[in-house]
DNA sequence: AACAAAAGAAACCGATCGGTTTCCTTTAAA
DNA sequence: TTTAAAGGAAACCGATCGGTTTCTTTTGTT
């Protein structure tokens, strides 16, 4: 197995660990036993911990985000067809038999400071699809796509933690109902 | 000391230990030294740490509740003055200098098990809140209550994520803006 | 002043933590 | 086929974990 093929199966397998269980609660030596590699290994590719927790939040950002993308683009026919698909692909992965919150809501839980690396990392993220969702504003013709972009986010997040905090499947159609109210709003007062 | 009041006292100490550096990352040990008692003691009013969490978790939801109704029944002079009174709270508290998200949403992260003791009280909290927040709209002669309560806590729940992993301290300005439009959507359907 | 309960200090327990080292086997390239 | 790197297994490291026990001091009550 080629260097960086190993290193991507270490974290493709401490990942759903971090995920299910925490960080503070995921030891290395679980880690080391469900990916099949020798402590060794895993420190010949990671520094520390922190590194390794560092490189499975990018990875998850950069698996969630393209799963975000490709959904959207996917179940949404015009732009603003897509920003509304935002939420379906919400219900879809609320729903999920794995469904744990969102690994960053989760990861800034555990490192409160806003300074910390990996809590950068979860700002950053977030920032990303705020971007993201800015754009398909954008194609939509929105004069306020900045605005819009912070309101559909709000109702995402909030979607995120009502569905993981307490249980409540439905969410996200739920805030897609709201979602509706703002685009509508944003579309007119152009 | 009296039993009960030493009982609180560690409680008291455990509390902002918890909510700045997680569960699982705050141990017993730093605990005592805080609050200045023995480890007998501790283990004497609590049978284990995930008890101490447990009556931790148990007391911040009556310390925040209470905060929020008395802030919120100040402020607002109106039933629909009350509800936007909400989001001045919640704006309020972003910008406390200790501000490190929501303890629930916290303790979910770490307990990610929805069947968890610790999650359970987690899930509890956020259904006494949006009780109030549906007593308020029936207050307001809202006659879909529970669906304006369901909303604005979703807006709320978005504002707080917004605010802890993105430290947006204008995040709940932004939820306040949202939740006008559908207390007075609600307000004109009735 | 005598006494019993409460609680502090600290040693101690086994387990686990993140991380390093040693030794041996497998693998792959020359 | 020789050789060297890669990697697995496991011992080992000091530190810390949650939790218990022992022993001593403090406290409050009679």
């Not at 590194?51 to 499975?56: A, K, N, P, Q, R």
């Not at 969702?133 to 004069?143: D, G, T």
Request: aromatic residues 10%; proline residues 1%.
């Amino acid at each position: 197995m080629a260097s960086v093929s190993k290193r991507e199966h270490i974290i493709s397998h401490a990942l759903p660990l971090f995920y299910q269980n925490g960080f503070n609660a995921t030891g290395i030596e679980l880690i080391i036993s469900q990916a099949g590699v020798s402590k060794k290994t895993l420190y010949k590719y990671f520094k520390s911990k922190d590194d390794l927790i560092l490189s499975v939040l990018t990875k998850r950002d950069e698996i969630f985000r393209r799963k975000l993308i490709d959904k959207t683009e996917f179940l949404g026919k015009t732009a603003e067809g897509k920003l509304l698909a935002l939420f379906d692909f919400l219900h879809a992965w609320f729903n999920e038999v794995n469904f744990f919150g969102c690994m960053f809501i989760n990861a800034s839980a555990e490192f409160t400071d806003i300074e910390h690396p990996s809590h950068i990392v979860c700002s950053e993220h977030k920032n990303k699809i705020k971007a993201y969702i800015k754009s398909l504003a954008f194609e939509a013709n929105i004069k306020k796509s900045s605005e819009l972009s912070a309101q559909l986010n709000i109702l995402m997040e909030g979607a995120i933690v009502e569905a993981h905090v307490s249980g409540d499947k439905n969410s996200a159609i739920k805030a897609k109902k709201m979602a509706e109210v703002f685009i509508n709003l944003a579309l007119s007062t152009d």
